[in-house]
């Protein structure tokens, strides 16, 4: 079994994936868009091996968007990166404005475990976002998104928006040995 610590970032014009591996301790970095299209190696790379993935908050929006991802790669993998980074971001604008997002465990592709959920910060008296825990962890680099997501990326913004994809897998991961 191989568990993998996971964010997912999408703007309107750039998809990225940033995984770490807690098992063999290696990071993955995925980009779709324009300028690089990963979605092939993104596909191979999620169903590698007996995959569990950790995320905060990913049962309710990042694992929404990979199992559309899943769902549509028959279709996707023709597209063109920065058609498939937008209709990835149209996906998730719709996951973020339903009310209940969540895939049942038995139509999981990969199972995931929501630290979000575990720790019970999806209840109201308890509510807590992955920044207000990297406050409370005395993180040294706690970093709010660099970019608004409806924001047209230049191709000089995927390292930005990587950098700040691993930031929040690196807290999450603290957050998991917590």
Request: glycine share 2%; with cysteine; hydrophobic share 35%.
């Given at each position: ?45 999620l169903f590698r091996d ?129």
């Amino acid at each position: 079994m191989l568990l993998e610590v996971y964010d997912i970032e999408t703007l309107s014009n750039l998809f990225t994936y940033t995984g770490f591996d807690a098992t063999n301790k290696k990071w993955y970095q995925f980009v779709i868009s324009k300028w690089r299209n990963d979605s092939e190696l993104l596909y191979s790379h999620l169903f590698r091996d007996k995959l569990w993935m950790v995320g905060f908050n990913n049962e309710n929006f990042d694992y929404p968007v990979i199992h559309h991802f899943i769902n549509h790669y028959d279709e996707y993998q023709y597209l063109e990166g920065q058609e498939l980074a937008q209709r990835l971001y149209e996906k998730s604008q719709e996951i973020i404005e339903q009310e209940f997002s969540t895939i049942a465990d038995r139509n999981k592709y990969i199972p995931q475990i929501d630290l979000f959920k575990i720790w019970h910060y999806n209840n109201k008296a308890r509510l807590a976002s992955l920044k207000d825990l990297e406050v409370a962890m005395c993180m040294d680099n706690i970093e709010e998104m660099p970019i608004h997501h409806t924001q047209w990326c230049k191709e000089s913004d995927i390292d930005l928006i990587l950098s700040y994809n691993k930031n929040d897998v690196e807290a999450t991961y603290k957050f998991l040995l917590t």
